[in-house]
């Protein structure tokens, strides 16, 4: 009776390493999800595209807004939104409605 469920955990537990490698482990990535989720969702800045130094003056203006960060932290974060985020990747194309 319970075999079809233990059979479904298993599943689930099996699969998550790979759903996780579906992109390489990047602190910045993390850091930004569990930082910048914070206050607002990443609707406010998804669509941006800007260098890792203004990404890093966007997040001083979060900090003047209230977070409190490491300058370490703040670097990684930068790191990461430069990359993802930076002048020369495209815009996410407007949804079909
Ligand atoms: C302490 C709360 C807080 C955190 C944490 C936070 N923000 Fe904000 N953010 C705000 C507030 C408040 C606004 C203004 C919202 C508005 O105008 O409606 C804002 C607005 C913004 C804007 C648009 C206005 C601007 O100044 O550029 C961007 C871009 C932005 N946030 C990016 C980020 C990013 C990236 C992170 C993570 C590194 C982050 N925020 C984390 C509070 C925060």
Request: glycine share 4%.
């Amino acid at each position: 009776m319970l075999r079809p469920l233990f059979a479904f955990v298993a599943l689930v537990v099996l699969s998550a390493p790979a759903v996780a490698q579906d992109k390489p482990a990047d602190p910045g990535r993390d850091l930004v999800m569990q930082k910048c989720a914070q206050c607002h969702t990443d609707s406010i800045w998804r669509d941006q595209r800007q260098d890792a130094r203004a990404w890093e003056a966007t997040a001083y203006r979060m900090m003047a807004r209230g977070s409190i960060w490491t300058t370490d932290e703040v670097k990684t974060m930068a790191a990461f939104l430069g990359r993802e985020f930076g002048p020369d990747v495209p815009r996410a194309k407007p949804q079909q409605r």
